[in-house]
């Protein structure tokens, strides 16, 4: 998928109070009213609130969200709604979304102003991404996905059950209305699906027949005297993709039969509190006394963002789980007390060029102030509250968090839906008629379940035979520097990373690293670390003073990474056959139904726990994907299959095709 810079929307308002864009020459919403053109076609067209009315969960698409108003319009209307289904998403998308600002002082009718406040408060940063908001303590979720509608339409994962086909007029904005628009549509529509729209011009009607709608004009309102409405009935049903059919039989399964979840560090518990976000259960397994003592037990992680001049897939993901996180590492703080901060965070970069390089690139890649900023040495230390040698990338919603409090804080907002079982050290893995068994070391039977998640870092691919997967684990030592009011470093205020980081002090100690030894399982404080800490830090300052080093503590853990340093997340493949299709695309690839993996989250663990967690829920609930569907293929396991198929690995023997994809599995588990 290629990104393009967001462009804000350019809006004047007209003597009559109607918002209009200058760069389409039309208006946002007829003169006489957005609330009566929301209800008249988008709800009324679709037949809501009727038909959400007794759902678990209803999914709406628009294809222009400009500013809200039928999103708001569709909140209210669930609000009111008797016996309203248990979840609504609402997906959308726009090509020139509004700032914060101009958002927050549109005028809204009195029945959307305080709905329309808290979207404006919640309003993310104009970066190309699918942006997650929820409401009502989840109830609502809206999915915000900035660009252009023809790139993220087949990017889209997602089952629709209504479409608003909302934009400017197809005169002055042809592409909102491209055929290939509706085809789109199509690949997602639900049996029985809707569509409405205001426009009842024929381009869009025949779009909608060539793309299996049945199609019929009802009357308008106002100014308008048709309207267009719609019904699914295609005379052929569209494949789904094996990735998104593994879990269909887990979809419409028992809230009551948990999920089992092996491993309880960041990852598990996240997606412990992910999967009560969509009304399911689960059992964590986890082998220690105590969630996340291993890998995420370190006394603070860091949490930021990633800016790449290309925009890559690896720059995209992080950004995307960057911008997740923060909302729920600020949400842990805030109402559970969890240590941290979110006040910015500082990316020294030394290239030559210094802060016009890294400006160029901001500029070039369109990402807005709000998400990162670069600056000269000079503001970076004034930032920082120390001097710096370097310009820096700064990312004014990054910062830091106790890991091991926050996996804490995951499991407690799950509540009664998740169940924490330490002490419980799965050595094998077997698939027993429809559902999987876990065993410990004396074949004794832990758990059963119909889904099963693999949390458990390295302990996720012993279980699973130790696939062909280039993950590999690494340690990492940090050192603690115990330090006054006065001493070097007291005055930092905000964590300052590039090679190495160091942490502002918390409870009086300083903390600053990491070394990195792939391969190296040695726990023991290492005396070469903590001098190569020493050197990162005086680095990362501009110089540090000679310290005692009998006074230097610090922290040897261990994490999992894959070769291209992208989690793993997803439906596990299944041993590829002749029989087994497309193996081209991970999302193609054949799966073993109910058995999913989350590892490999590597060093940006924080982030990467809570978006993940969201992928995972999503794909294993059926809700709609918050993530792009080539962003699942950059950590779908699956991808290293592909990887190999496209070198021109062999297919699999007579022999091998014949034997089954799954047998017992044996090894040990870890968090």
Known sequence: MNTAPIRPARIAVDADGTPRSLDFGDVYHPREGALAQARHVFLAGNGLPARWRGRERFVVLETGFGLGNNFLAAWAAWRASVDACAKLVFIAIEAQPPTRETLAGMARDIELAPLAAELARQWPPLTWNLHRRVFEQGAVELLLAFGDVAAWLPQLDAEVDAFFLDGFAPALNPSMWDQRLFRALARMARPDATAATWT?????????????????????????????????????????????????????????????????????????????????????????????????????????????????????????????????VQQAIETQGVPGCLAGLLRVDSRPEGRAGLQAVVRR??????????????????????PLASAAWYFPQGGWVDPRRLAQSFLKRAGARAEFRPGA???????????????????????????????????????????????????????????????????????????????????????????????????????????????????????????????????????????????????????????????????????????????????????????????????????????????????????????????????????????????????????
């Open 200 to 328: 009842a011009a024929r381009t869009v009607r025949d779009g909608l027949r060539g793309a299996g709608f049945e199609v019929r004009l009802a009357p308008g309102s106002g100014h308008k005297r048709d309207i267009v409405l719609a019904r699914f009935a295609p005379r052929f049903s569209a494949r789904q993709t094996p990735r998104r059919l593994a879990a269909r039989p887990l979809a419409g399964g028992s809230a009551a039969e948990p999920i089992v979840i092996v491993g309880a560090g960041l990852a598990g518990c996240a997606l412990a509190a992910a999967l009560a976000g969509h009304g399911r259960h689960s059992l964590l397994l986890e082998r220690r006394a105590a969630v996340a003592t291993e890998g995420s037990g370190n006394a603070a992680g860091l949490l930021h963002g990633v800016v790449h001049a290309a925009d890559s897939r690896h720059a995209r993901f992080y950004r995307a789980a960057a911008l997740a996180a923060q909302c729920a």
């Open 365 to 386: 890649l369109g990402l807005p102030e709000d998400y990162v900023r670069a600056v000269d040495a000079a503001e970076a230390g004034a930032l920082a509250g120390v």
């Open 425 to 671: 050290e799965v050595a094998s893995l077997h698939r027993e008629g429809a559902a999987w068994a876990l065993r410990d070391g004396d074949g004794a039977t832990l758990a059963e379940s119909s889904a099963i998640v693999l949390a458990n870092a390295g302990g996720a691919a012993r279980l699973l035979g130790r696939p062909a997967w280039p993950i590999r684990i690494g340690r990492g030592q940090l050192t603690s520097w115990p330090i006054g009011p006065g001493q070097q470093g007291a005055t930092l205020r905000i964590p300052v990373a590039g090679a190495g980081y160091v942490l502002p002090a918390i409870d009086g100690t300083l903390w600053f690293g990491a070394s990195s030894q792939p391969g190296d399982e040695d726990p023991s404080l290492r005396d070469a670390d903590q001098l190569e800490n020493l050197a990162r830090l005086a680095s990362l300052l501009g110089g540090w003073p000679p310290v005692d080093r009998c006074r230097l503590g610090g922290r040897t853990g261990f994490r999992w990474a894959s070769d291209d340093r992208l989690p793993v997340i997803g439906p596990v493949p299944a041993l590829p056959t002749k029989s087994a299709g497309r193996r081209d695309q991970p999302r193609f690839a054949p799966r073993e139904p109910g058995l999913f993996v989350f590892t490999g989250l590597g060093s940006r663990g924080i982030a990467a726990s809570v978006l993940g967690a969201q992928i995972l829920a999503s794909a294993i609930t059926g809700a709609p994907s918050p993530v792009e569907a080539d962003l699942l293929d950059a950590v779908d396991p699956a991808r290293f299959q592909v990887r190999e198929f496209r070198r021109g690995a062999p297919m699999p023997t007579d022999a091998e095709a014949d034997q089954p994809p799954v047998g017992p599995m044996a090894g040990s588990a870890g968090a």
